[in-house]
């Protein structure tokens, strides 16, 4: 008798090889997952008692089990992959801007640096004398 126990996790596959067990009794405990199929075919073929009320992750009718934590951590894996693509997405996209705004400020043509000073110059000198110089 392993009632009441506390126990958490699967049933150990090693229950199922102890030959001369006869009754099996799991209630109220946190056990999870799929009973081993060798102590789902002795309980079937009447070789032994198996009892496994009040285990709510236990998974009784063999193949047919549906894992409500296998979906959480199927949702959770999407939900990361999902933001990991956001993400990669933002950051690609400002990669594509920085490089576009490069390449924008490189076609701009700029002055040469005396072009600009001799353009300053003549400004200031045509100002002085009041002169208006329109280049």
Not at 41 to 50: D, H, I, P, T
């Amino acid at each position: 008798d392993l009632s009441n126990n506390n126990f958490v996790g699967p049933i150990p596959d090693f229950l199922s090889g102890l030959s001369s067990l006869r009754m099996l009794n799991l209630s109220n405990n946190q056990l999870d997952g799929l009973i081993p199929m060798d102590l789902r075919q002795k309980q079937e073929n009447g070789l032994l008692e198996l009892r496994t009320k009040n285990n709510p992750g236990l998974c009784t009718n063999g193949n047919e089990c549906v894992d409500d934590r296998g979906k959480k951590k199927t949702l959770a894996t999407a939900v990361i992959v999902v933001i990991a693509v956001i993400l990669a997405s933002l950051i690609l996209l400002a990669i594509i801007v920085v490089v576009v705004r490069r390449q924008r400020r490189r076609k701009t043509p700029t002055p040469p640096r005396e072009l600009v000073v001799k353009e300053k110059s003549l400004n200031y000198v045509a100002y002085i004398i009041g002169c208006k110089l329109m280049i």
